[in-house]
């Protein structure tokens, strides 16, 4: 079966210091995988996705990065958090197979910034 | 732009009673999909439903439905019967070039 693993579901980290949240999936092989961001009470912000190993696009500019440096492994870092980056992060893969789409999100990771 | 638009933030409905989210979404695509997602309390995104473009018919699940109007680009959330648990935010999501964009999402509340 496909599943998709998240972690850590917590995370309470003080300014300026590093990031880093690991996301992977089983189940299926050359997945897209995705970085989205939610804001307490919001929507769903894309950050990053990626349609192969080392293959990164950025769709808004920030303090944060992502690497994939495995198929079914990608990773959101940041070298020094800043309070603006709390939120609810969740990563996603997506294939097509027989030209229908699957989306499966991950159970997200809640980031606190102090 | 491929853009996906709420304009409900937030509905309310009575147990057992039936409640619509609206959704409209604006591409030049011919051929695509477009999601509902539900997100409870514990944030875990769920998919309710999926409708294909190409398909005429509306997509049921169970007490979910949509009403697809493809020339207006419309795609709405009828929920029936509403459970105190369809409680939650609701995204409408379509997806574009191997991204899957949103809207703001409604959130709904479900009375006993």
């Known amino acids: 079966s496909q599943t998709i693993h998240q972690w850590p579901a917590t995370l309470v980290q003080p300014v300026g210091s590093p990031l880093s949240l690991e996301c992977t999936v089983e189940g299926t092989s050359n997945p897209n995988l995705y970085w989205y961001r939610q804001a307490a009470g919001r929507g769903l912000q894309l950050l990053f996705y990626s349609v192969g190993i080392g293959q990164i696009s950025s769709e808004v500019p920030q303090n944060l990065s992502a690497s994939r440096p495995q198929d079914r492994q990608f990773i959101l870092s940041s070298k020094k958090l800043l309070l603006s980056d709390s939120g609810f992060y969740l990563c996603?893969?997506?294939?097509?197979?027989?030209?229908?789409?699957?989306?499966?999100f991950g159970s997200g990771t809640r980031l606190t910034v102090v | 732009a491929q853009t996906v638009t709420q304009s409900q933030p937030e509905m309310s409905v009575q147990e057992a009673e039936t409640v619509t989210l609206s959704c409209t979404y604006d591409t030049s695509e011919n051929n695509y999909y477009l999601f509902w997602y539900k997100q409870p309390p514990s944030r875990q995104m769920i998919l309710v439903i999926r409708q294909e473009a190409y398909k005429q018919q509306n997509a049921t699940e169970n007490r979910f439905s949509v009403n697809f109007q493809k020339a207006a680009k419309s795609f709405s959330l009828k929920i029936s019967d509403s459970q105190l648990g369809d409680t939650a935010m609701y995204f409408c999501a379509f997806p574009f070039t191997d991204k899957l964009i949103f809207g703001t999402g409604t959130r709904l509340q479900v009375f006993p």
């Open positions: 996603a893969w997506s294939v097509l197979v027989g030209g229908d789409y699957g989306y499966t």
